[in-house]
């Protein structure tokens, strides 16, 4: 197999990764609720259960698995995946990292107003403004199942499966590129095109910190602590 032939096949790969993980939780989800609506439980109903219940089964059960059998089938084993315990220079990446993040965050919101331009809005954020008492349960979640299991799938698996083939930079930009695309299927409004590119840039970020650190628990924790930011600011 030649080089390009090579990349192409890790592109193709990495992207039915992406999405395959969104179909397979959107199964579960499915089935689940199905099972729960014959005991008389109804999910449109209880908010927070619901987006509780999708937390666990997307990022948690659906991005968990389909890494795992990624790992199996392409014979990469789980240590392809690089963790360990963070160190006192992990723990300064994760607050470096954090910061930076905030920062880009509130410069990109800022760039946005300023341009006049639209953003859609994540559905998460929808729900929860109609009942505060979901990003209470959504903190926890960020930290155990949010920032793992994404960072899992997309900087893991992803990435590192884009890093045998590409430059560590281009690969930390396609599978930056393949995190924001997998997003547009949780936005309402317009202006997807809008943040789509803040959650690339962010990403970016993300990718970065993995690459130099070859610990996946530092993005993870980044990730995590940054929507349990958010969610915190939105419940107050």
């Known amino acids: 197999m030649t080089t390009l032939q090579e990349r192409l096949r ?3 790969v990495t992207i039915g ?3 395959g993980s969104l179909v397979a939780g959107a199964l579960l989800l499915t089935v689940v609720s ?3 609506s014959l005991v008389g439980v109804q999910l449109q109903n209880r908010p927070a259960l619901r987006l509780g219940l999708s937390t666990v089964l997307l990022q948690g059960v659906a991005f968990g698995g389909v890494a795992l059998i990624y790992l199996r089938i392409s014979e990469r ?3 392809f995946i690089q963790l360990r315990i963070p160190t006192r220079r992990d723990i300064g990446w994760f607050i470096g990292g954090l910061i930076s993040l905030l920062i880009t965050v ?3 919101s800022a760039i946005i107003a300023y341009l006049g331009f639209e953003q859609a809005t994540n559905q998460i954020i929808e729900v929860g403004q109609e009942a505060p008492a979901v990003f209470l349960v959504l903190i926890p979640l960020s930290f155990l199942l949010v920032g793992p299991g ?3 799938l997309h900087r893991g698996v992803i990435q590192g499966t884009l890093r045998e083939s590409f430059h560590p930079a281009r690969a930390i930009i396609l599978a930056s590129l393949i995190f924001a695309m997998v997003h547009v299927f949780s936005l309402q409004g317009n202006g997807k095109f809008v943040y789509i590119g803040v959650v690339f840039t962010l990403a970016l970020v993300l990718g970065v910190a993995y690459e130099l650190t070859d610990n996946l628990a530092v993005p993870a924790l980044i990730h995590g602590a940054l929507w349990s930011v958010r969610y915190f600011q939105l419940s107050s």
Do not use: W
């Open 17 to 19: 990764i992406g999405f």
């Open 77 to 79: 084993g789980v240590g």
């Open 10 to 12: 890790a592109v193709g």
């Open 150 to 152: 994404e960072e899992l």
């Open 106 to 108: 509130r410069a990109l």
């Open 34 to 36: 199905q099972l729960l």
